[in-house]
């Protein structure tokens, strides 16, 4: 009788706090189900939008110049041929070439497609090593952060290749701390050389990677190996390998470039490899200018920045991005990805270690990529971008850390107030997101084009007003023309007929010239029958190159033998007429 009172009271004090807690971990696990639902309907909706942006006609300046224009022109040919007056054209072409398919088949939206597929392989990466470190929450939530930056959403909707060189950079770098985690591997260090040398293939940016992760090989071996023994032979050793796979997959560029440019990487570094005469169409005034200015140099003279200003450029970008504007780098960021990385090293006391040293190894990655291209190439977004997957993964764990600490706080005033100020925080940082997508979505305006409300010649018309003079070559040039494009940007993808670019040869025909019939027979020699120009730009440009005698013979020049046959939104196009006595 007494057992049965005791066994009553216990059950009776027990059932509760059981109740309790059973209620209690019933409303997390409904929580976290909605949150996750939220998080999937985010990343359907935001993939959905882009996807809506990126099915309009491609009128974006490098896809133009170089990402779609050089595979045109390789097709028209027949076959991979050597454009010199196109420097751009000795880049790596990795996904150049799967453009080139999509062109084939009469589609230049399909390659936008290509691209925006990148960053969905770069997002499941994302969530992919998250939901193995953290959980599948915030691989979620990283994988949606990662596609909203602006930067990315940028991309995604244009035919540029840094999406693919994202992608290959981090699947590199990933599969490089996998081949540490499962034993070092060969298997992995191999996958990750190859993603590296693809990398290289995509952009020159990937030479970065390759220094990095090369150099990162032997001391990641050393680093972690247990035994000891022979460490560091062997350290070479896969040093080597990495190398070797990584460079077989890029070799093909290099042999290419070696055979027509005596420079495996032209025109990076030519004055290393060589100093031949470059190509009179390419403008030897300004190429002196890149290869001569500094970055601060050139930001000091360009900009007018103080030396304070250049100082903090490594926090500016990610606060004063702008699209379009070199000075403000091109490109937009968030400073979620400065601020948040920072508390993925604070209060992970309990991770285990190869987590901690991971996390270290991202972070050291991101700040020696930014510093190389910094110090290597111009400051824009793009060419910095491989750090912003290791960015977005190292603010995932600066975002659980933070609300775990905020969640041990004893005072519930004080926890409750610390996580909605946290959660505030990272609201605003999605929304800064949001809001850029939306100025994109009216930017882009993809509807009015899907709807029919603009034909495609309207809609490209609308962002390329050198279009209409296009179409006019397109429709009523003879086959055989070859225009000489004139502070166009060089933009020659719509061009159905030859063109060539730069400002170079025509000032130097110029300077050169001691009366109009000789800029003629100049231009004649190159076989050279229509201008193309932007009549204000050309005019200031003309203005304050020349002489006043070298304008005059260009007065000369353009009166008696020119004609125009088509002018529309200050764009110019003139027939060269006459014969030399």
């Known amino acids: 009788m007494s057992f049965s009172i005791v066994t009553f009271q216990t059950f009776h004090s027990f059932f509760p706090v059981r109740l309790r807690f059973l209620v209690k971990m019933k409303t997390s696990i409904n929580r976290a189900r909605l949150f996750t639902g939220l998080l999937v309907v985010s990343i359907a909706a935001l993939v959905i939008s882009i996807t809506l942006m990126a099915s309009v006609p491609p009128v974006s300046r490098d896809a133009l110049v170089h990402h779609l224009a050089v595979p045109k022109l390789y097709l028209k040919n027949?076959?991979?041929?050597?454009?010199?007056?196109?420097?751009?054209?000795?880049?790596?072409?990795?996904?150049?070439?799967?453009?080139?398919?999509?062109?084939?088949?009469?589609?230049?939206?399909?390659?936008?497609?290509?691209?925006?597929?990148?960053?969905?392989?770069?997002?499941w990466l994302i969530f992919r090593y998250l939901r193995q470190r953290i959980n599948r929450f915030y691989g979620l939530l990283g994988a949606l952060f990662f596609l909203s930056v602006p930067l990315i959403v940028k991309l995604s909707i244009t035919v540029y290749v840094d999406l693919g060189l994202i992608f290959f950079s981090t699947a590199s770098l990933l599969l490089l701390l996998e081949w540490v985690e499962k034993g070092l591997r060969i298997r992995f260090l191999a996958l990750s050389a190859i993603m590296c040398g693809l990398a290289m293939g995509t952009k020159y940016n990937g030479l970065v990677t390759f220094l990095l992760l090369t150099l990162s090989v032997p001391f990641l071996y050393s680093r972690y190996r247990r035994d000891r023994g022979a460490v560091s032979l062997k350290a070479i050793k896969y040093c080597t390998v990495y190398s070797l796979i990584a460079l077989l997959l890029f070799s093909p560029w290099m042999i290419r470039n070696y055979h027509w440019k005596r420079n495996p990487i032209y025109p990076l570094y030519d004055k290393w490899f060589n100093r031949p005469p470059h190509t009179e169409v390419l403008d030897k005034d300004m190429e002196d200018e890149e290869e001569a200015r500094g970055i601060f140099t050139y930001r000091g003279v360009i900009y007018g920045e103080k030396w304070w200003e250049m100082a903090l450029l490594p926090l500016r970008i990610f606060f004063q991005g702008r699209d379009g504007d070199p000075r403000r780098f091109d490109g937009k960021l968030n400073p979620f990805l400065l601020f948040f990385p920072v508390l993925a090293f604070f209060g992970a006391r309990d991770e285990a270690p190869a987590v901690r040293r991971e996390k270290a190894f991202l972070l050291a990655f991101s700040c020696l990529f930014f510093f190389l291209a910094f110090f290597s190439f111009d400051l824009r977004m793009r060419y910095i971008s491989p750090i912003?997957?290791?960015?977005?993964?190292?603010?995932?764990?600066?975002?659980?850390?933070?609300?775990?600490?905020?969640?041990?706080?004893?005072?519930?005033?004080?926890?409750?107030?610390?996580?909605?100020?946290?959660?505030?925080?990272?609201?605003?940082?999605?929304?800064?997101?949001?809001?850029?997508?939306?100025?994109?979505?009216?930017?882009?305006?993809?509807?009015?084009?899907?709807?029919?409300?603009?034909?495609?010649?309207?809609?490209?018309?609308?962002?390329?007003?050198?279009?209409?003079?296009?179409?006019?070559?397109?429709?009523?040039?003879?086959?055989?023309?070859?225009?000489?494009?004139?502070?166009?940007?060089?933009?020659?993808?719509?061009?159905?007929?030859?063109?060539?670019?730069?400002?170079?040869?025509?000032?130097?025909?110029?300077?050169?010239?001691?009366?109009?019939?000789?800029?003629?027979?100049?231009?004649?020699?190159?076989?050279?029958?229509?201008?193309?120009?932007?009549?204000?730009?050309f005019q200031k440009w003309a203005l304050g190159k020349f002489t006043s005698q070298e304008r005059e013979t260009l007065n000369g020049f353009l009166v008696r033998f020119t004609r125009v046959l088509f002018a529309a939104k200050g764009f110019v196009l003139l027939s060269i007429q006459g014969e030399l006595g």
């Open 78 to 123: 027949g076959g991979i041929y050597e454009i010199p007056e196109m420097f751009f054209s000795y880049y790596p072409m990795n996904l150049q070439l799967l453009y080139m398919g999509a062109l084939y088949f009469g589609s230049d939206i399909v390659p936008k497609f290509i691209h925006f597929g990148f960053a969905l392989l770069t997002a």
């Open 388 to 537: 912003i997957p290791p960015l977005v993964i190292l603010s995932m764990f600066g975002t659980r850390n933070l609300f775990r600490a905020l969640g041990r706080m004893e005072n519930p005033m004080r926890r409750n107030t610390g996580i909605m100020i946290a959660g505030a925080a990272l609201v605003v940082s999605f929304l800064l997101n949001a809001l850029y997508i939306a100025d994109e979505f009216k930017h882009v305006s993809p509807l009015k084009y899907l709807r029919g409300e603009l034909n495609r010649d309207e809609y490209i018309a609308k962002y390329r007003p050198e279009y209409p003079a296009v179409q006019y070559i397109n429709a009523h040039l003879p086959e055989d023309a070859l225009v000489y494009f004139l502070f166009l940007g060089n933009r020659g993808y719509y061009s159905d007929r030859r063109y060539l670019l730069g400002e170079g040869f025509f000032a130097k025909a110029v300077r050169e010239a001691k009366d109009p019939e000789a800029i003629l027979m100049r231009l004649q020699e190159r076989g050279i029958t229509h201008l193309l120009l932007c009549d204000p730009i």
